[in-house]
Structure formats: C-alpha cells, structure tokens
C-alpha cells in the first residue's frame, strides 16, 4: 500500500477525462458515501444524545463517559478482547501447518487442497454456527454420541451456553480466513534462501526458526488480523451458542439498535470498537515492520 | 515441521496427517447438518432415526420460505453486479489510471475488511434512514455491495494485473480509445474472472447475515427466515434440510468460481503476447 505515491504520471499518460470519470464514478460513490460518510455518520451520532430522533440531539461526551466510568462495558470489552485473542491464536496456531504443507509439500495436490480449505468460506456463516449448536446441545450430537458410546450415563449441560463454546465455534467458523495469507507469504519466501540455509549447514529446524518463521510474519500478522476483527465485532455467535455469560461487545451493539434504543450510545460503542481494532493495526503494522524487511 | 533429520519426506508425511485432520475438523460440523436432515426424528441427535425425506418435503409449498428464496435471489443478483461493475472499475483505474484518487479509492474499497460486520450494519441503516430510504431490500444491495467488495477487488485486480502489459499498449498505440481497449481487449481478456467475481460476491450476499439483520425491512432474506426458525425446535429439521440445499449450492457455485478463476488465469498464461 505504500507504493501509492510512486503513481507518478508518465508522459505517455493520455487518459480521457469522461473515461476517467466513468470509470471512478461508480467505485467513488460506494467507497465515499457508502463507507467514509456512512463511517462518518457513526462518528458524528456518537457525540450526540438519545432523544429519539434518527440524528439524536446536541453535542456531548456523556456516551463516552458512560463506556469509560460503567464497569458492564469493561468487563464486556475485555471479555471480547480475550475471546477474539483466543480464537486468533487458536486459528492462526492451527492454521500454520496446513498453510506449511501447501506452500512446500502439497505437489500437485497443492490446488485441490487449497479449494478445500477455501472452500468452507464461501458457505453460510450462520448454517456453520448453527451447526455447532446442534453439536454442543443438551441433546444434541456430542452428548449423544457419548452416551451411545457408553461414556457417560447422561447428557451434560457443560457444551452450550459457555465462552469456550464462543471460542471453539468463532475459531471453527474462522479458520479459512487465516490459511491464505499465511500460505501466501510461506510460497513468496525465495527457494535460495532455504538453499542458502542449509548450504550454511543449518539444520532444519533452526532453518525454519531462523529463516521460514521470521519471513514469514507477515502473513501470519496479516491472518491474525483479518480473524480478529470480525470476530471481535461478533454477536451472532455469542447469541446462539454463548449464553449471558459470553455478552460480547457486538451483542451491546446490535441491542442498542433493536431492544435498547439508545443509537447515539451504540454509535459511541462502535467508535470505540473501531479505536480498539485501529490499535490492534497498528500493532501489526509496527510488528510487520520488524519482521517484514523481506520486500 | 518435525525437527527430525530423517529428510523432509518422513515429515511431510506427518504434516499430511495433520492436514488431513485439520481437513475433518473443518467439514465434520458443516456435513452434520445433510445428515441429520435425513434422519427421521426431530431432535439432532445420536443414533440415527432411519432415513426419511419428509424434511424436505415441509419445504415446498411454503410461501413465507418461498418469498424469502425470492428476495435473496433478486438481491444477490443485483448486489453481486454492483459489486462486480465496482470491482472492475476500481481495480481497472488503480492500476491503469495513475492517478492519487484512483489509487484512494482502491485502497478504500478493501477497507470492509477491517470492519466488523455490525459497525457496517449499523453505519448503514443510520445512512439509509437519514436519505430515507430506510430498512429496504434496497438497503440490503447497498450493504452486500459493501461486503463484496474486497473480494470482488482482489479476484479482479489479480487478473488484469496478469495480462502482459505490452496487450493494453499495443491496442492503445494502434489507436484504440481508453474505452475501446477497455472494452474490447481488456474485459474479453478477464471475462472468467468476472463470472468469478460475480458468483463469489452473489454467495456472500446469498449467505450474509451480520449485515442483513440490521437492513432488512419487511422482506427477510434466506438467512433471516433460518434465523426466525431457530426459534421453535419443532422446524430443526426443517431448518436443516434447507441448510442442506444452501449448503449444496453455495459448493457448486463456490466450485465453479474457482474453476472459472483458474482458467482464466492460465489462459492469460498461455497466450502471453
């Protein structure tokens, strides 16, 4: 993205006006309006106060204020921060081998398997949620299973209704997003520095430690982010396998738009969901940049 | 990523194993859900019931179901070309337009990524209801547009990046407008990863629910109507036989993009100029 300012215009550069125009126009209207000034309205209302109009009224802090000094939100924030950091860990962990595999032992499997592990990401996100939920029910498979297979006498409760159901079902439902960029960078590391390696007579595991891992940050940073911020934002999940203990920072959001009917304080909520995701880029940015001198 | 000496073949067997495993984890939940939509019994539950197509029959002659499939089709079809004419035009110009702007725009559109789905949702439905539009099908095009579009950007900015340069200059050197060569040699060039474009952002629409729920007014989506159901335990297995369907087609069509794709990037291969 830093290559931007490189666009300098050639001599030979003779676009048409009325061509150029067209052609911004349509990806103008939707990345301006309907993402900066949509973003934009979200700011403004978040400084304003509920009385019930659409754009609510005046020009205060109070829904800050109340996100800062109430301790629900705290707990609630911190809450999603560790469920979205577990299921990031936990996808990206298990997401590195298999982008391993692909990027240095698949052969001509390589593209069959990298359609299968994509392949879950084109499907309903709410039928995959929904699938854990008949997994982890009180009667459902898991517990059935079990008894069937004499394990225990009777259904547990523990499965649903718990944040470890958040975690595994999040890190299930989000798993295909964190191969590719992972696989992506393992597959653009030059083959002469493997070589070089062990001509140098590494052995393979410090090679892997000294030279694949550092080289190939980038795109684990880059997996690690495109997980957590959907997830962090997450409120489907929580409502249908989480329970009231697993409130997370999406479910206050989307309740300030339905049930609550506060959405200037709801705006003030997404504000500050955006800061912590905006921190979080940052992070792997500076981070990036520490390993990222390959290019 | 064994540490052994034993070469990277002992190894790569290992890991093989692990993908393999890693593979089931991945589909086991997902292919519960066929299963159980043929079992003859309400609950999701171990053991099997015996095999029955009853499930699927509660699906037909249902209009609420009905008119949701309707509305998800109309609105993944006009969202997925909204998504698609955005994605070749702002991929297009930011790579060819040389221009600041061009290249902002670009930049933008991929910025949903970095967007949990309920801020969109939310920054949405503020927007629709203050140009009062309000919650619409209309709303719901404007939102999946959205979604769709990094992946409509990244699969159409990959393509035309693969066609040699030397094809864009050769036709614009023999007098070609900017809009002839666009339309006449560069599109042909990228029509699969158009049709790619265009199916892969009609399934996030078709499958969308994060965004759907905050936009839709009176008409639900497919989604919304499964999430209405989950409701009463008595249409579980109704539930799961239409996830059955969706989950088949989302598969062919998911499929038949990536076949897409592939072609057209090893035609642009093949026939370098």
């Known amino acids: 993205m830093s290559t931007i300012v490189a666009a300098r215009p050639l001599p030979e550069s003779r676009i048409s006006p009325v061509f150029r125009f067209a052609m911004l126009l349509p990806g103008g209207l939707v990345t301006f309006f309907l993402i900066l000034f949509a973003l934009g309205l979200v700011l403004f209302l978040a400084f304003r106060g509920n009385d019930g109009s659409l754009l609510g009224a005046g020009l205060t802090v109070e829904n800050f204020v109340t996100v800062a000094t109430d301790p629900l939100y705290w707990t609630v924030t911190l809450r999603s921060l560790v469920i979205a950091g577990l299921v990031t860990l936990a996808t990206v962990v298990t997401a590195y081998p298999v982008a391993y595999y692909l990027a240095f032992h698949a052969g001509r499997r390589r593209n069959l398997l990298l359609f299968l592990v994509t392949l879950p990401f084109w499907t309903s996100y709410l039928l995959r949620v929904f699938a854990w939920k008949i997994v982890l029910a009180y009667n459902g498979v898991l517990n059935s299973a079990f008894i069937e297979s004499g394990l225990w006498s009777e259904p547990t409760l523990a499965f649903l209704n718990t944040p470890t159901a958040v975690v595994v079902t999040l890190a299930h439902a989000y798993a295909p997003f964190a191969i590719l960029p992972i696989y992506v960078a393992l597959d653009t590391i030059p083959k002469s520095l493997l070589e070089a390696a062990s001509d140098l007579g590494a052995r393979p595991f410090t090679a892997f430690r000294r030279v694949v891992l550092p080289n190939s940050m980038p795109g684990v940073l880059a997996a690690a982010l495109v997980v957590f911020v959907p997830t962090v934002g997450d409120y489907v999940t929580p409502a249908m396998v989480g329970g009231p203990a697993s409130t997370m920072i999406g479910s206050l959001i989307q309740s300030q738009f339905g049930k609550a009917n506060d959405w200037p304080f709801g705006a003030a909520l997404s504000v500050c969901v955006m800061l912590v995701i905006l921190c979080v880029v940052l992070l792997a940015r500076g981070a990036d940049r520490r390993f990222g001198s390959r290019t | ?273």
């Open chain 2, 1 to 273: 990523m064994s540490a052994t000496r034993s070469g990277t073949n002992a190894g790569g067997r290992w890991l093989g194993l692990y993908v393999l495993a890693y593979l089931v984890f991945l589909y086991l939940p997902i292919l519960l859900i066929p299963l159980f939509s043929f079992n003859d019994s309400i609950q999701a539950a171990f053991p099997l019931q015996g095999f029955t197509l009853e499930w699927y029959a509660t699906l037909y002659g249902n209009p609420a179901l009905s008119g949701a499939l309707g509305n998800s089709l109309v609105i993944g079809v006009v969202a997925a070309s909204g998504a698609t004419l955005c994605g070749i035009t702002v991929s297009y110009m930011d790579l060819y337009g040389r221009s600041p702007l061009a290249a902002t725009i670009s930049a933008v559109a991929r910025l949903p990524i970095l967007i949990p789905g309920v801020i969109v949702g939310i920054s949405l439905l503020i927007l629709v209801n203050l140009v009062g539009l309000g919650p619409s099908r209309v709303a719901i095009v404007l939102g999946h547009i959205l979604v769709a579009l990094p992946a409509t950007v990244v699969v159409m900015r990959s393509r035309f990046a693969a066609i040699p340069k030397t094809i864009r200059e050769a036709a614009l050197d023999l007098g070609a407008s900017d809009w002839m060569t666009f339309r006449r040699v560069m599109l042909p060039l990228s029509l699969p990863a158009v049709l790619s474009a265009f199916m892969l952002a009609f399934l996030t629409s078709f499958d969308e629910f994060i965004v759907v729920f905050f936009l839709a007014g009176t008409e639900p989506t497919l989604p919304l109507y499964i999430w209405s159901q989950l409701r009463f335990p008595r249409s579980l297995p109704t539930v799961m036989a239409l996830g059955t369907v969706i989950l088949t087609l989302s598969f062919v069509i998911a499929a038949l993009a990536e076949i897409l794709r592939h072609r057209g990037l090893g035609a642009a291969r093949r026939n370098p100029a």
